[in-house]
């Protein structure tokens, strides 16, 4: 197989992907996701993965290439974008599968890809930041690419971490880091919780008091799951911590971080409750750049102009990208996020996720048609 990243986008292959941008994406169902395939159906799975994700890049590269120059011309920006075109490529190179051969080599590229692919929430705050800065004008417009960006994000992951978790690795190879938390399984909410509120707690001095239904289970993805949870958990226990230092600096107590999960009938509803303060830009938080309670609207930084591209992912989302992520990902998957916060008391955000059926389809991909 050629080497994709030596290659780049020529213009054949342009004329290839625009050719493609004429197909429409493709939902998702839950029965594709939690249906085990056997070892007989793994070549209909890598043949329907390949042609699903090798759509999916080429609605992504659309709207890379719709971005305007300053945005494009961007470090990070085009390092992410070269990841996708290397990404296609490796589509392209493997035009056809149909033997265990090319399984295995799809399965081996597509295992890369992941690998390549975990720093790019990284690079896409860096690169936001410094566009935001080099043109304020631009910032709606990059926005709405982030929307994108990320709701398409979630779909393909689905994609590639279900066939990397049906189709038995290579000898000598593992699975990427997340593939196992990226596919549909039964799920507790509370152990993702107290996972994290002893990770924070930690750090921050700040208790997490659990309660409620903490023995439930549902169907859904837990990676994405912890995606939601760990955002509003880290928020709630870092502006309390910042609310108690500032109020009563020489106290070793802190209010605590209230948690509290129902089942209901529509799906399991969590509540965050803290004592920080309330949030002052209510109206803005889910605005991408805009950290909850910061003084200012986008946080930027001096230190922009000269700042290195980071390769190194992280488990922190960028500043100001941590409650829109939340937000998307709860709600491609049928559940929503709302916060209500009282100024000079504390924040309440109500978290629902629906139990994922074994039937049905997930949330609209919104990456075809975003040009009209």
Same mark, same amino acid.
């Given at each position: 197989?050629?080497?994709?990243?030596?290659?780049?986008?020529?213009?054949?292959?342009?004329?290839?992907?625009?050719?493609?941008?004429?197909?429409?994406?493709?939902?998702?169902?839950?029965?594709?996701?939690?249906?085990?395939?056997g070892?007989?159906?793994?070549?209909?799975?890598?043949?329907?993965?390949?042609?699903?994700?090798?759509?999916?890049?080429?609605?992504r590269? #659309?709207?890379?290439?719709?971005?305007?120059? #300053?945005?494009?011309?961007?470090?990070?920006?085009?390092?992410?974008?070269? #990841?996708?075109?290397?990404?296609?490529?490796?589509?392209?190179?493997?035009?056809t599968?149909?033997?265990?051969?090319?399984?295995? #080599?799809?399965?081996?590229?597509?295992?890369?890809?992941?690998e390549e692919?975990?720093?790019?929430?990284?690079?896409l705050?860096?690169?936001?930041?410094?566009?935001?800065?080099?043109?304020?004008?631009?910032?709606?417009?990059?926005?709405?690419?982030?929307?994108?960006?990320?709701?398409?994000?979630?779909?393909?992951?689905?994609?590639?971490?279900?066939?990397?978790?049906?189709v038995?690795?290579?000898?000598?190879?593992r699975?990427?880091?997340?593939v196992a938390?990226?596919?549909?399984?039964?799920?507790?909410?509370?152990?993702f919780?107290?996972?994290?509120?002893?990770?924070?707690?930690?750090?921050?001095?700040?208790n997490?008091?659990?309660?409620?239904?903490?023995?439930?289970?549902?169907?859904?993805?837990?990676?994405?799951?912890?995606v939601?949870?760990?955002?509003?958990?880290q928020?709630?226990?870092?502006?309390?911590?910042?609310?108690?230092?500032?109020?009563?600096?020489?106290?070793?107590?802190?209010?605590?971080?209230?948690?509290?999960?129902?089942?209901?009938?529509?799906?399991?509803?969590?509540?965050?409750?803290?004592?920080?303060?309330?949030?002052?830009?209510?109206?803005?938080?889910w605005?991408?750049?805009?950290?909850?309670?910061?003084?200012?609207?986008?946080?930027?930084?001096?230190?922009?102009?000269?700042?290195?591209?980071?390769?190194?992912?992280?488990?922190?989302?960028?500043?100001?990208?941590?409650?829109?992520?939340?937000?998307?990902?709860?709600?491609?998957?049928?559940?929503?996020l709302?916060?209500?916060?009282?100024?000079?008391?504390?924040?309440?955000?109500?978290?629902?996720?629906?139990?994922?059926?074994?039937?049905?389809?997930?949330?609209a991909?919104?990456?075809?048609?975003?040009?009209?």
């Amino acid at each position: 197989m050629t080497n994709a990243a030596s290659k780049g986008l020529n213009l054949a292959g342009l004329r290839r992907v625009r050719g493609l941008w004429k197909e429409d994406v493709r939902r998702i169902t839950l029965a594709e996701l939690w249906a085990p395939v056997g070892a007989d159906d793994h070549l209909n799975l890598a043949q329907r993965t390949h042609h699903d994700i090798k759509i999916r890049l080429a609605h992504r590269l #659309k709207d890379f290439l719709f971005l305007p120059y #300053k945005a494009m011309a961007d470090p990070a920006v085009r390092r992410i974008y070269d #990841k996708y075109v290397n990404a296609y490529l490796l589509h392209e190179d493997l035009a056809t599968l149909e033997s265990e051969d090319c399984i295995a #080599k799809y399965w081996l590229g597509l295992a890369h890809v992941f690998e390549e692919n975990q720093n790019v929430t990284t690079l896409l705050g860096q690169g936001r930041r410094r566009i935001v800065r080099l043109d304020p004008s631009l910032a709606s417009e990059f926005d709405a690419f982030l929307s994108r960006f990320f709701v398409s994000r979630i779909g393909t992951h689905l994609l590639g971490a279900n066939f990397l978790n049906q189709v038995q690795a290579p000898s000598g190879c593992r699975k990427p880091a997340g593939v196992a938390m990226g596919v549909l399984q039964p799920t507790r909410p509370a152990s993702f919780i107290a996972d994290l509120a002893n990770s924070l707690c930690e750090r921050s001095s700040v208790n997490v008091e659990l309660e409620g239904a903490t023995d439930t289970s549902m169907l859904y993805i837990p990676g994405h799951m912890r995606v939601i949870l760990r955002e509003i958990l880290q928020n709630a226990v870092q502006a309390s911590k910042l609310r108690s230092e500032a109020l009563l600096p020489n106290s070793s107590t802190m209010p605590a971080v209230q948690v509290k999960i129902n089942r209901g009938q529509f799906g399991v509803f969590v509540t965050v409750s803290d004592k920080a303060g309330g949030i002052p830009d209510l109206q803005n938080v889910w605005n991408w750049g805009v950290e909850p309670g910061a003084s200012t609207g986008d946080v930027e930084g001096d230190e922009l102009e000269d700042e290195e591209l980071d390769e190194k992912p992280s488990v922190r989302l960028p500043l100001g990208f941590g409650l829109p992520v939340a937000r998307l990902t709860a709600r491609y998957f049928g559940g929503d996020l709302r916060l209500q916060s009282l100024l000079g008391y504390g924040t309440n955000v109500y978290i629902h996720m629906p139990e994922l059926q074994r039937q049905g389809s997930l949330g609209a991909d919104a990456s075809s048609g975003s040009f009209g």
